[in-house]
């Protein structure tokens, strides 16, 4: 079964905001966007708007839709919604207790993130080189 989840670049002044999966999850102890699945008959933009809010305490103003990348782990198939939000209100924090930083671009591939969120971390080190 397929598990669709939705996950946004959060992003500020040339850095994105990211949060360490606890060990207890699936992946854990490697660094993802926020976000989280979407519910039965929920989009994936939505899906982004309250996981967002749940997670780390931010309301979304504006987020683009960048892709969709289908996975399969082994052990658990996920399609990944991505998206970039550029506007939001309130101040990113770990609502869950996570742990969190905000990380300068150019310097997002040196963090260890899953396998299906290689894709978007390049897509995103690109788009730094295309501000330069």
Same mark, same amino acid.
């Given at each position: 079964?397929?598990?669709?989840?939705?996950?946004?670049?959060?992003? &500020?002044?040339? *850095?994105?905001? +990211?949060?360490? &999966? @606890?060990?207890?999850?699936?992946?854990?102890?490697?660094? !993802?966007?926020?976000?989280?699945?979407?519910?039965?008959?929920?989009?994936?933009?939505?899906?982004? +708007? &309250?996981?967002?809010?749940?997670?780390?305490?931010?309301? /979304?103003?504006?987020?683009?839709?960048?892709? *969709?990348?289908?996975?399969?782990?082994?052990?658990?198939?996920?399609?990944?919604?991505?998206? /970039?939000?550029?506007?939001? *209100?309130?101040? $990113?924090?770990?609502?869950?207790?996570?742990?969190?930083?905000?990380? *300068?671009? =150019? =310097?997002?591939? %040196?963090? @260890?993130? $899953?396998?299906? %969120?290689?894709?978007?971390?390049?897509?995103?080190?690109?788009?730094?080189?295309? =501000? !330069?």
């Amino acid at each position: 079964m397929m598990i669709h989840v939705a996950a946004g670049a959060i992003i &500020r002044d040339g *850095s994105i905001f +990211i949060a360490l &999966r @606890s060990s207890e999850k699936h992946q854990g102890g490697l660094w !993802e966007f926020p976000g989280g699945k979407c519910e039965m008959y929920e989009l994936p933009d939505a899906a982004l +708007i &309250r996981e967002l809010k749940e997670e780390v305490g931010i309301d /979304v103003i504006s987020l683009q839709s960048v892709f *969709s990348v289908d996975h399969d782990y082994g052990d658990k198939k996920v399609c990944l919604h991505f998206f /970039v939000v550029d506007q939001f *209100s309130g101040e $990113p924090h770990g609502a869950e207790g996570q742990k969190v930083q905000w990380v *300068s671009i =150019k =310097k997002l591939i %040196n963090y @260890s993130f $899953p396998k299906a %969120n290689e894709g978007f971390v390049a897509f995103l080190s690109g788009l730094y080189d295309l =501000k !330069e």
